[in-house]
């Protein structure tokens, strides 16, 4: 055999070998990146700018809306003071975002008579609320590195509370129809309400699951 064919041969290997590795580095380094930003301070912060803008701008859109109404007298010389079907463009964008957070915020409406104070408390659920999805993803894509640890009852007792309210949430809307509601609204509620209630539902089972393996 000769020297120089066999040198050739393990130098075209060693580069082959080195080609790929560079290939996967490239093709894994995107995801990898990804894997390693902090999503739960990217996706609260810009939560709570999103919901202060649209609560800003739904208060200038229904002010005007008002205004335009005041503006109009109907043939007895009555005054239009509010339509009661009418919702600004904003709450409904701020309706499909952050339904859930509307839905945890809503009595705090009946207890506290300042809207300011309601809104505040709205925007602070908002951020506790994207922080904890961030969160989530952070942890189910590094779950490898995680210990796994052992459900106990108040976790199981929380995701089964989590599963009724959400499934009793989503029967309700379906029940009730969309009225006035647009269509992309209803949608968004609908697909809110089924996307939690399947959440809690696959949370139950593996809580379920894990306390079978470790009796």
């Given at each position: 055999?000769?020297?120089?064919?066999?040198?050739?041969?393990?130098?075209?290997?060693?580069?082959?070998?080195?080609?790929?590795?560079?290939?996967?580095?490239?093709?894994?380094?995107?995801?990898?990146?990804?894997?390693?930003?902090?999503?739960?301070?990217?996706?609260?912060?810009?939560?709570?700018?999103?919901?202060?803008?649209?609560?800003?701008g739904g208060h200038f859109e229904r002010s005007k809306h008002e205004a335009q109404l005041r503006a109009q007298?109907?043939?007895?010389?009555?005054?239009?003071?509010?339509?009661?079907?009418?919702?600004?463009?904003?709450?409904?964008?701020?309706t499909i975002v952050d339904f859930p957070v509307m839905l945890a915020a809503a009595p705090a409406a009946a207890?506290?008579?300042?809207?300011?104070?309601?809104?505040?408390?709205?925007?602070?659920?908002?951020?506790?609320?994207?922080?904890?999805?961030?969160?989530?993803?952070?942890?189910?894509?590094?779950?490898?590195?995680?210990?796994?640890?052992?459900?106990?009852?108040?976790?199981?007792?929380?995701?089964?509370?989590?599963?009724?309210?959400?499934?009793?949430?989503?029967?309700?809307?379906?029940?009730?129809?969309?009225?006035?509601?647009?269509?992309?609204?209803?949608?968004?509620?609908?697909?809110?309400?089924?996307?939690?209630?399947?959440?809690f539902g696959v949370k139950v089972g593996r809580v379920r699951l894990s306390r079978r393996l470790f009796q």
């Amino acid at each position: 055999m000769n020297p120089d064919t066999g040198t050739r041969a393990v130098e075209s290997e060693s580069n082959y070998s080195g080609n790929l590795q560079i290939g996967n580095r490239r093709s894994v380094s995107p995801s990898f990146s990804l894997r390693r930003l902090p999503w739960r301070w990217i996706f609260s912060p810009l939560h709570v700018l999103l919901a202060v803008a649209l609560l800003i701008g739904g208060h200038f859109e229904r002010s005007k809306h008002e205004a335009q109404l005041r503006a109009q007298s109907t043939d007895e010389n009555w005054h239009l003071v509010m339509e009661f079907d009418y919702m600004p463009l904003a709450f409904d964008l701020l309706t499909i975002v952050d339904f859930p957070v509307m839905l945890a915020a809503a009595p705090a409406a009946a207890v506290f008579h300042s809207r300011f104070v309601v809104d505040m408390f709205f925007v602070a659920l908002v951020g506790l609320f994207w922080y904890r999805i961030g969160r989530g993803l952070e942890q189910r894509w590094n779950e490898r590195q995680t210990q796994s640890k052992l459900p106990s009852k108040f976790v199981l007792a929380a995701n089964v509370t989590g599963f009724v309210v959400s499934g009793a949430v989503l029967v309700s809307i379906l029940w009730s129809g969309s009225g006035a509601t647009s269509l992309l609204v209803y949608g968004a509620v609908i697909a809110w309400s089924a996307g939690f209630m399947v959440y809690f539902g696959v949370k139950v089972g593996r809580v379920r699951l894990s306390r079978r393996l470790f009796q």
